[in-house]
Nanobody, 126 residues
Framework: QVQLVESGGGLVQAGGSLRLSCTAS????????MGWFRQAPGKEREFVGA????????FNADSVKGRFAISRDNAKSTVFLQMNSLKPEDTAVYYC???????????????????WGQGTQVTVSS
């Protein structure tokens, strides 16, 4: 079983930055595609970004391009989401997810990811 644990959320002012971390258990983290999603109250979970096992291919949602950056440290079984220039509309619970297949053309779909963390709250004040 793969277990994912997010950390790094908190309260920041608009324009500030946060770095989220997601640490995974499991035998083959380095081969997983890792994704970040977020969900605001009353809204559906939405795709934020994803990274292939190699770390060389990164996908970002249009709403966060130029502000967020995703990276991974396979030696530590950890994926990061660096969030800069935060806006109040970024307020949500952020989840990391793992796709053991290593990736697909449906990287933006929550249904593609088998394992999920419990989420970490990010609140951006204006």
């Amino acid at each position: 079983q793969v277990q994912l644990v997010e950390s790094g959320g908190g309260l920041v002012q608009a324009g500030g930055s946060l770095r989220l971390s997601c640490t995974a258990s499991g035998r083959a983290f380095s081969s997983y595609q890792m994704g970040w999603f977020r969900q605001a109250p009353g809204k559906e979970r939405e795709f934020v970004g994803a990274i292939r096992w190699s770390g060389g291919t990164i996908f970002n949602a249009d709403s966060v391009k130029g502000r967020f950056a995703i990276s991974r440290d396979n030696a530590k079984s950890t994926v990061f989401l660096q969030m800069n220039s935060l806006k109040p509309e970024d307020t949500a619970v952020y989840y990391c997810a793992a796709d053991p297949t290593g990736g697909s053309t449906r990287y933006h779909s929550a249904d593609e990811y088998e394992y999920w963390g419990q989420g970490t709250q990010v609140t951006v004040s204006s």
